[in-house]
């Protein structure tokens, strides 16, 4: 595998991080960045992040969860970060199908497995990264156990809305215009478009500016907003998975009170449902729980890295 930078010192992560260049079995290349050292031997954590997230912007949770005593590996899905982009537009966040993002997984764990890192494995899901985990672990999978935070179990807009849109996105799709940009979206950056009180990351003031300045200074990683072809997928793949009873894996999975994001109802009725499942509503915070204030996000990876040691 070939080593890719990390700038682990503007992502606030462990300095002795690395990066690696992977290719999934449909020849695309993606990124990694892994996190191990003779102190992180309780396992390894697979952190699979949001829709416009690279690894650069995990450094806080990639910290918390070495300092706790776990290896981690975080992966870039096809179309963020450095990893290979997908649209003819760079800035599009697109992919073909969803089942794609399946084949980045796999490459993922062979590399894992490939560098020796330690055993037993874990994932955790955050936003897009959660609806991706949870069609691995419908299957044959190599998890001991799950997590999720704010999971894209479903997508949180006006209920007409979600009437509509499959049909009007699938329509759009199949003549030719999936790459094209969703309704009111662009390739624009929306950290550095919105206002502190406009965004929909976090609630804490901080944190928003570290992740304003990450994005200034990291021009290639960032995409825009969702294509037409990307919501159509979602939707889709939301929709599909709601129909199919929780997989037999212990999991914790946590949901933010003011997420404007995904459905905190899909979450919930999904964790209701799962045997062996803990779930925690956190209250006056938004979407994006490893960017909540210190307090908040050691408190939620806290419970994360406990219930892994102890399902391991």
Aim: some cysteine; hydrophobic content about 40%.
């Amino acid at each position: 595998m070939q080593q890719l930078p990390i700038d682990c010192e503007l992502a606030h992560a462990p300095l002795h991080g690395v990066g690696y260049r992977i290719v999934a079995s449909d020849h695309t290349a993606l990124r990694i960045g892994v996190w191990t050292d003779e102190t992180t031997q309780k396992g390894t954590i697979f952190l699979l992040p949001g829709r416009a997230d690279y690894i650069e912007k995990q450094g806080h949770a990639i910290s918390e969860m070495h300092a706790k005593g776990f290896s981690v590996c975080v992966l870039e899905f096809r179309g963020l970060g450095l990893s290979d982009r997908i649209a003819t537009d760079r800035r599009a966040g697109h992919v073909d199908q969803f089942s794609d993002y399946q084949l980045d997984v796999q490459a993922a764990i062979s590399a894992a497995s490939e560098l020796e890192l330690p055993q037993p494995f874990y994932v955790h899901g955050n936003s897009m990264g959660g609806c991706i985990a949870l069609r691995n672990l419908m299957g044959e999978h190599r998890f001991k156990a799950c997590a999720f935070t704010s999971p894209m179990w479903g997508i949180k807009l006006p209920k007409i809305l979600l009437m509509i849109a499959p049909v009007v996105t699938g329509t759009a799709r199949a003549l030719g215009f999936g790459q094209r940009y969703a309704p009111g979206k662009n390739g624009e950056n929306e950290t550095l478009a919105w206002t502190f009180e406009e965004n929909e990351i976090t609630a804490d003031a901080d944190m928003f500016a570290h992740l304003q300045h990450v994005n200034r200074l990291t021009h290639e990683h960032w995409i825009g907003g969702p294509t037409i072809g990307w919501l159509q997928q979602a939707l889709h793949e939301t929709k599909s998975l709601a129909s199919l009873p929780a997989p037999d894996i212990p999991c914790i999975a946590f949901s933010a009170e003011l997420d404007q994001l995904v459905s905190r109802d899909a979450i919930e009725n999904r964790m209701a449902n799962w045997n062996d499942g803990r779930y925690e509503m956190i209250p006056a915070v938004k979407h994006d729980l490893l960017r909540a204030d210190l307090v908040t996000r050691s408190s939620v990876i806290g419970k994360i890295c406990d219930f892994f040691e102890d399902a391991g």
